[in-house]
T-cell receptor, first 111, second 113 residues
Protein backbone atom coordinates (compact mmCIF):
# COMPACT_ATOMS: atom_id res chain seq x y z
CA UNK A 1 0.00 0.00 0.00
CA UNK A 2 1.28 3.45 -0.91
CA UNK A 3 1.38 5.90 2.01
CA UNK A 4 0.24 9.53 2.20
CA UNK A 5 1.25 11.91 4.98
CA UNK A 6 -0.76 15.04 5.69
CA UNK A 7 0.40 18.06 7.61
CA UNK A 8 -0.49 19.71 9.80
CA UNK A 9 -2.71 17.25 11.63
CA UNK A 10 -4.59 20.06 13.41
CA UNK A 11 -4.98 23.71 12.45
CA UNK A 12 -6.92 26.38 14.34
CA UNK A 13 -7.02 29.84 12.78
CA UNK A 14 -9.03 33.05 12.86
CA UNK A 15 -11.53 34.03 10.21
CA UNK A 16 -9.84 35.85 7.32
CA UNK A 17 -6.46 34.11 7.63
CA UNK A 18 -4.86 32.07 4.86
CA UNK A 19 -3.68 28.49 5.29
CA UNK A 20 -2.02 25.65 3.42
CA UNK A 21 -2.42 21.91 3.98
CA UNK A 22 0.15 19.50 2.59
CA UNK A 23 -0.11 15.92 1.38
CA UNK A 24 3.16 14.08 0.72
CA UNK A 25 4.30 10.64 -0.38
CA UNK A 26 7.40 8.87 -1.57
CA UNK A 27 5.24 7.09 -4.15
CA UNK A 28 3.83 8.30 -7.44
CA UNK A 29 0.06 8.46 -7.71
CA UNK A 30 -1.95 8.36 -10.92
CA UNK A 31 -4.26 11.04 -9.56
CA UNK A 32 -5.03 12.69 -6.26
CA UNK A 33 -8.32 13.74 -4.70
CA UNK A 34 -9.19 16.09 -1.87
CA UNK A 35 -12.25 15.43 0.28
CA UNK A 36 -13.90 17.42 3.05
CA UNK A 37 -15.71 15.69 5.88
CA UNK A 38 -18.05 17.25 8.43
CA UNK A 39 -18.86 15.63 11.79
CA UNK A 40 -21.25 12.69 11.52
CA UNK A 41 -21.10 12.58 7.73
CA UNK A 42 -19.15 10.83 5.01
CA UNK A 43 -16.41 12.61 3.03
CA UNK A 44 -17.43 14.70 0.03
CA UNK A 45 -15.17 15.16 -2.97
CA UNK A 46 -13.77 18.67 -3.53
CA UNK A 47 -11.45 18.12 -6.49
CA UNK A 48 -9.41 15.60 -8.47
CA UNK A 49 -6.00 16.49 -9.91
CA UNK A 50 -4.49 14.27 -12.55
CA UNK A 51 -1.57 15.95 -14.31
CA UNK A 52 1.76 16.75 -12.66
CA UNK A 53 1.92 20.49 -11.92
CA UNK A 54 -1.84 20.89 -12.32
CA UNK A 55 -3.52 23.72 -10.41
CA UNK A 56 -7.26 23.84 -9.82
CA UNK A 57 -9.27 26.56 -8.13
CA UNK A 58 -12.59 26.19 -6.37
CA UNK A 59 -13.65 29.65 -5.17
CA UNK A 60 -11.24 30.43 -2.30
CA UNK A 61 -9.59 26.98 -2.44
CA UNK A 62 -6.54 26.32 -4.63
CA UNK A 63 -5.29 22.78 -5.19
CA UNK A 64 -1.93 21.88 -6.67
CA UNK A 65 -0.51 18.52 -7.76
CA UNK A 66 3.28 18.24 -7.59
CA UNK A 67 5.27 17.96 -10.79
CA UNK A 68 6.35 14.42 -9.88
CA UNK A 69 2.81 13.46 -8.79
CA UNK A 70 4.05 12.56 -5.30
CA UNK A 71 2.61 15.48 -3.38
CA UNK A 72 -0.23 17.96 -3.32
CA UNK A 73 -1.30 21.07 -1.45
CA UNK A 74 -4.55 22.79 -0.58
CA UNK A 75 -4.48 26.53 0.00
CA UNK A 76 -7.45 28.39 1.45
CA UNK A 77 -7.60 32.16 1.13
CA UNK A 78 -9.50 34.25 3.68
CA UNK A 79 -10.80 31.28 5.63
CA UNK A 80 -14.38 31.37 6.91
CA UNK A 81 -16.04 29.42 9.76
CA UNK A 82 -17.90 27.39 7.13
CA UNK A 83 -14.53 25.96 6.01
CA UNK A 84 -14.24 24.10 9.32
CA UNK A 85 -13.94 20.35 8.82
CA UNK A 86 -11.63 17.41 8.25
CA UNK A 87 -9.71 17.66 4.98
CA UNK A 88 -8.51 14.38 3.50
CA UNK A 89 -6.23 13.78 0.57
CA UNK A 90 -6.49 10.46 -1.28
CA UNK A 91 -4.19 9.09 -3.95
CA UNK A 92 -5.19 6.73 -6.72
CA UNK A 93 -2.96 3.67 -6.50
CA UNK A 94 -1.28 2.46 -9.66
CA UNK A 95 -3.76 -0.44 -9.90
CA UNK A 96 -6.46 2.12 -10.57
CA UNK A 97 -8.98 0.31 -8.39
CA UNK A 98 -8.48 1.90 -5.01
CA UNK A 99 -7.55 5.03 -3.08
CA UNK A 100 -5.05 5.50 -0.28
CA UNK A 101 -6.19 8.14 2.20
CA UNK A 102 -4.04 10.43 4.28
CA UNK A 103 -4.69 10.80 8.01
CA UNK A 104 -6.47 14.10 7.53
CA UNK A 105 -6.11 17.71 8.66
CA UNK A 106 -8.69 18.94 11.17
CA UNK A 107 -9.29 22.62 10.39
CA UNK A 108 -11.11 24.94 12.77
CA UNK A 109 -11.84 28.51 11.69
CA UNK A 110 -12.85 30.71 14.59
CA UNK A 111 -15.14 33.73 14.00
CA UNK B 1 -31.97 9.36 -5.77
CA UNK B 2 -30.90 8.11 -2.33
CA UNK B 3 -27.23 7.61 -3.31
CA UNK B 4 -25.43 5.34 -0.84
CA UNK B 5 -27.42 4.17 2.15
CA UNK B 6 -26.07 2.34 5.20
CA UNK B 7 -27.83 0.54 8.02
CA UNK B 8 -27.76 0.57 10.96
CA UNK B 9 -26.58 4.06 11.94
CA UNK B 10 -25.35 2.93 15.33
CA UNK B 11 -24.84 -0.43 17.02
CA UNK B 12 -23.38 -1.74 20.25
CA UNK B 13 -21.99 -5.27 20.15
CA UNK B 14 -20.63 -7.53 22.83
CA UNK B 15 -17.25 -9.19 22.27
CA UNK B 16 -17.69 -12.33 20.16
CA UNK B 17 -21.03 -11.34 18.65
CA UNK B 18 -21.58 -11.17 14.90
CA UNK B 19 -23.33 -8.63 12.72
CA UNK B 20 -23.75 -7.49 9.14
CA UNK B 21 -23.43 -3.86 8.08
CA UNK B 22 -25.67 -3.18 5.10
CA UNK B 23 -24.75 -0.93 2.16
CA UNK B 24 -26.89 -0.19 -0.89
CA UNK B 25 -26.35 2.20 -3.79
CA UNK B 26 -28.84 3.19 -6.46
CA UNK B 27 -26.43 4.82 -8.93
CA UNK B 28 -25.59 1.61 -10.85
CA UNK B 29 -21.93 1.95 -9.85
CA UNK B 30 -19.64 -0.98 -10.48
CA UNK B 31 -17.09 -0.14 -7.79
CA UNK B 32 -17.94 -0.35 -4.10
CA UNK B 33 -15.74 0.06 -1.03
CA UNK B 34 -15.78 -0.45 2.72
CA UNK B 35 -13.64 1.81 4.91
CA UNK B 36 -13.19 2.20 8.62
CA UNK B 37 -12.34 5.49 10.29
CA UNK B 38 -10.98 5.69 13.82
CA UNK B 39 -11.45 8.96 15.77
CA UNK B 40 -9.63 11.91 14.20
CA UNK B 41 -8.03 9.69 11.58
CA UNK B 42 -8.23 9.04 7.86
CA UNK B 43 -9.95 6.14 6.19
CA UNK B 44 -8.52 2.65 5.89
CA UNK B 45 -9.78 0.35 3.15
CA UNK B 46 -11.21 -2.96 4.40
CA UNK B 47 -12.55 -4.60 1.22
CA UNK B 48 -13.58 -3.46 -2.21
CA UNK B 49 -15.42 -4.78 -5.24
CA UNK B 50 -15.08 -3.90 -8.92
CA UNK B 51 -18.34 -5.58 -9.87
CA UNK B 52 -20.91 -8.16 -8.87
CA UNK B 53 -19.27 -11.42 -7.89
CA UNK B 54 -15.80 -9.87 -7.50
CA UNK B 55 -14.28 -8.80 -4.18
CA UNK B 56 -10.75 -8.10 -3.02
CA UNK B 57 -8.95 -7.33 0.23
CA UNK B 58 -7.91 -3.85 1.17
CA UNK B 59 -5.44 -2.65 3.77
CA UNK B 60 -7.17 -4.02 6.92
CA UNK B 61 -9.34 -7.05 5.99
CA UNK B 62 -8.74 -9.25 9.05
CA UNK B 63 -11.91 -9.95 11.03
CA UNK B 64 -14.24 -8.98 8.17
CA UNK B 65 -15.90 -10.63 5.21
CA UNK B 66 -17.85 -9.28 2.26
CA UNK B 67 -19.98 -10.50 -0.62
CA UNK B 68 -21.26 -8.83 -3.78
CA UNK B 69 -24.12 -10.80 -5.26
CA UNK B 70 -25.75 -7.77 -6.91
CA UNK B 71 -24.54 -4.44 -8.28
CA UNK B 72 -26.54 -2.55 -5.65
CA UNK B 73 -25.57 -4.31 -2.41
CA UNK B 74 -22.24 -4.77 -0.66
CA UNK B 75 -22.71 -6.07 2.92
CA UNK B 76 -19.84 -6.22 5.41
CA UNK B 77 -19.83 -9.09 7.91
CA UNK B 78 -18.13 -9.11 11.31
CA UNK B 79 -17.96 -12.68 12.56
CA UNK B 80 -16.42 -12.37 16.04
CA UNK B 81 -16.54 -8.78 17.20
CA UNK B 82 -13.48 -7.47 19.05
CA UNK B 83 -12.92 -4.11 20.82
CA UNK B 84 -10.38 -3.22 18.10
CA UNK B 85 -13.27 -3.13 15.63
CA UNK B 86 -14.86 -0.19 17.42
CA UNK B 87 -14.92 2.43 14.67
CA UNK B 88 -17.07 4.27 12.17
CA UNK B 89 -17.62 2.30 8.98
CA UNK B 90 -18.20 4.00 5.64
CA UNK B 91 -19.40 2.42 2.46
CA UNK B 92 -18.66 4.16 -0.84
CA UNK B 93 -19.34 3.61 -4.51
CA UNK B 94 -17.87 4.86 -7.76
CA UNK B 95 -18.69 4.59 -11.45
CA UNK B 96 -15.36 3.25 -12.60
CA UNK B 97 -11.90 3.22 -11.06
CA UNK B 98 -10.34 5.20 -8.25
CA UNK B 99 -9.93 8.36 -10.35
CA UNK B 100 -13.67 8.74 -10.40
CA UNK B 101 -15.56 10.38 -7.57
CA UNK B 102 -16.34 8.09 -4.65
CA UNK B 103 -19.74 8.73 -3.10
CA UNK B 104 -19.89 7.94 0.58
CA UNK B 105 -22.74 6.81 2.76
CA UNK B 106 -23.47 8.45 6.13
CA UNK B 107 -21.57 5.80 8.09
CA UNK B 108 -22.30 3.18 10.75
CA UNK B 109 -20.93 3.84 14.22
CA UNK B 110 -19.99 0.55 15.91
CA UNK B 111 -19.05 0.12 19.55
CA UNK B 112 -17.75 -3.26 20.73
CA UNK B 113 -17.76 -3.77 24.49
Amino acid sequence: TQLLEQSPQFLSIQEGENLTVYCNSSSVFSSLQWYRQEPGEGPVLLVTVVTGGEVKKLKRLTFQFGDARKDSSLHITAAQPGDTGLYLCAGEETSGSRLTFGEGTQLTVNP
Amino acid sequence: NAGVTQTPKFRILKIGQSMTLQCTQDMNHNYMYWYRQDPGMGLKLIYYSVGAGITDKGEVPNGYNVSRSTTEDFPLRLELAAPSQTSVYFCASGRRGAQETQYFGPGTRLLVL
